[in-house]
């Protein structure tokens, strides 16, 4: 999650694939620990611009951090499924909203099943992957149902270096663009300004992959 929106980040992640180059779920409950709230309550800009005109039906939050995008998916009638690493935040999302139309889950998704199939949407908001990892990233992919959205929103690339980290290291949007192939539609693909900066100013623009797989 970015400092002023409640997605994940890659150097300030509400939720992060385990591995060499991304702490586990130890160290985030650890880091969740450390605050009362780790991140604002505000939902993701990106989100509101590609999701508000899209028929609600279920959806999977990935790296959904204290909840703030599972809230407002599930104000607007979605059917949600929050997925994060870190059990602190997954027991904080849940105390804060506890309503059935929001299925909390903690999971690392790098060693864990995606928690269903055939979802209308599937949200990574700054969620890092790493290139190396395909077989993570295809899963995601795949929990996409027919005629359902895809939504993948990343720092741009001199973002991603102001936290410390290599972009090559990590599937970006146009990556995961390219493994789409045959019976996805392109929505929205574009580098875009977030209104807000975040990251101490670092952060200022998003990379949005917005796609809808044929049904």
């Not at 279920?58 to 959904?64: I, R």
């Not at 995008?69 to 935040?89: E, F, K, M, Y």
């Amino acid at each position: 999650m970015s400092e002023s929106t409640s997605g994940s980040d890659f150097d300030d992640a509400g939720s992060a694939a385990s591995g060499s180059d991304f702490d586990g779920a130890a160290e985030w409950d650890e880091r969740y620990r450390s605050a009362d709230r780790l991140w604002t309550a505000d939902v993701n800009p990106a989100l509101i611009a590609e999701v508000s005109d899209l028929t609600p039906g279920t959806a999977l939050d990935v790296g959904s951090g204290e909840g703030a995008d599972a809230r407002w998916l599930a104000d607007r009638g979605w059917q949600v499924t929050a997925v994060d690493i870190s059990q602190v935040a997954i027991d904080r999302a849940r105390e804060t909203d506890a309503r059935e139309s929001i299925t909390w889950l903690q999971a690392d998704l790098t060693g864990a099943e995606v928690p269903g199939i055939g979802f209308g949407l599937v949200s990574l908001q700054y969620f890092p992957v790493a290139r190396s990892d395909d077989r993570t990233m295809q899963k995601i992919l795949d929990a996409v149902g027919p005629g359902g959205h895809l939504l993948v929103v990343s720092h741009e690339a001199e973002g991603i270096r102001a936290h410390g980290r290599n972009p090559d290291d990590y599937f970006q949007p146009a990556d995961i663009a390219a493994l789409l192939g045959d019976g996805w539609t392109t929505v929205t693909d574009e580098t875009r300004e977030r209104g807000v900066a975040a990251g101490g100013g670092a952060h200022t623009h998003d990379v949005v992959l917005h796609a809808r797989r044929e049904s």
